[in-house]
């Protein structure tokens, strides 16, 4: 079983569509914001390596088709940008004022929480960069001397609480105006969050959009200033 | 045939994108790069939306399930995980949520300003 899947090139391909669609699914079925479709796939993906002894290494052949697109989608988050283009100048104040905060939040955060669990300060410079996009988070976190594999961790952790909570968090927090919900996503939730910020509206997506590339580079530089403080 | 030009021109400037990812030694991802492009090629008149939107509709409705692969990734530092995991999960989630509100309050408190005036 497992050298006649290890040999499949499309497996991988086939169990990462197969199973979002299940989550998709399951979500329509059940309607509740846990049961989110990006979680309910990781889920059954590993499960499905766990039961049949595939290898990570393996399922990524067939994987890389489907996350081989994201290069190209991040190029197409232009378009709604450039759609909502007028609506960015209008509110450009909201938008600098609402990331940097964001950006300023997310590392006081951090370091108090890191405060509070004892944790050293290799850990605490490689949840820094958590709120930011994987590739731009990497090479942040490589630089400040954190481990790279679990900064990655905690960038999707992030990205999957954004995109599983970013509804719920809109109402209990009474965000209402779709350029505030689009910023409050894509600060504190990159890409991940993003995706969701595209099923929510067009401005919320192309706002959500515009704060991954502002909110990391913001990032970029904050994180230097505030690694020595742990 | 217009898809297909729809999907040279959104691969072109990936490709550009990885080119300048290569070239400067900036900490910037090649989608960024290629995502500032294409809007200055928009911009600039140099492209149309009609000439991307089809095939780019593709790519934005599609996103989620593009983050699965990576994810699934962490199997491979479930070791690693166990030592931090409690600590880690809670950092970030909480962390999300208070950043998600302070962000959102504070653009919508900026907007609110604006609009009294």
């Known amino acids: 079983m497992k050298e006649i899947l290890t040999n499949s090139v499309y497996f991988g391909f086939f169990l990462t569509i197969g199973a979002y669609l299940t989550g998709l699914w399951v979500k329509q079925k059940l309607k509740l914001a846990i049961f989110n479709p990006l979680l309910i796939a990781v889920l059954l993906v590993m499960a499905c390596l766990m039961v049949t002894g595939v290898d990570y290494e393996v399922y990524e052949k067939g994987g890389n088709f489907v996350s081989g697109l994201l290069t190209p989608a991040t190029v197409c988050l232009a378009i709604p940008l450039y759609k909502q283009l007028r609506m960015l100048k209008k509110h450009l104040a909201a938008v600098v004022v609402g990331i940097a905060s964001g950006v ?33 988070g990497m090479g942040v976190s490589q630089e400040a001397g954190g481990i790279v594999t679990l900064t990655v961790l905690s960038i999707l952790v992030t990205g999957i609480t954004g995109n599983m909570c970013a509804q719920l968090l809109c109402r209990l927090a009474r965000i209402t105006h779709p350029v505030a919900r ?35 580079l913001m990032t970029v530089v904050v994180v230097p200033l505030v690694s020595g403080w742990i | 045939m217009k898809i297909t030009k729809e999907l040279t021109i959104i691969l072109g400037v990936t490709v550009i994108g990885e080119v300048l990812n290569q070239l400067l030694p900036l900490p910037i991802p090649a989608g960024v790069y290629g995502l500032f492009l294409m809007l200055g090629l928009l911009c600039s008149g140099m492209l149309k939306t009609e000439d991307v939107e089809g095939a780019g509709k593709f790519f934005l409705d599609n996103m989620t399930p593009m983050f699965i692969p990576v994810s699934v990734g962490i199997i491979r530092y479930l070791d690693q995980i166990k030592a931090v995991g409690i600590p880690y999960l809670l950092i970030n989630v909480i962390s999300t949520i208070i950043v998600f509100m302070v962000t959102g309050k504070a653009a919508q408190w900026m907007m609110g300003r604006r609009a009294e005036r």
Not at chain 1, 113 to 120: H, R
Not at chain 1, 199 to 216: D, T
């Open chain 1, 104 to 136: 300023i939040t997310s590392a006081v955060c951090v370091f108090l929480l890191c405060k509070v669990f004892q944790l050293s300060h290799e850990h605490y410079v490689t949840i820094l960069p958590k709120s930011i996009t994987t590739a731009i």
């Open chain 1, 182 to 216: 689009g910023l409050a996503i894509g600060t504190s939730a990159h890409a991940l969050g993003t995706a969701k910020a595209l099923e929510m509206g067009e401005i919320e997506g192309a706002m959500s959009s515009l704060s991954i590339a502002v909110a990391g």
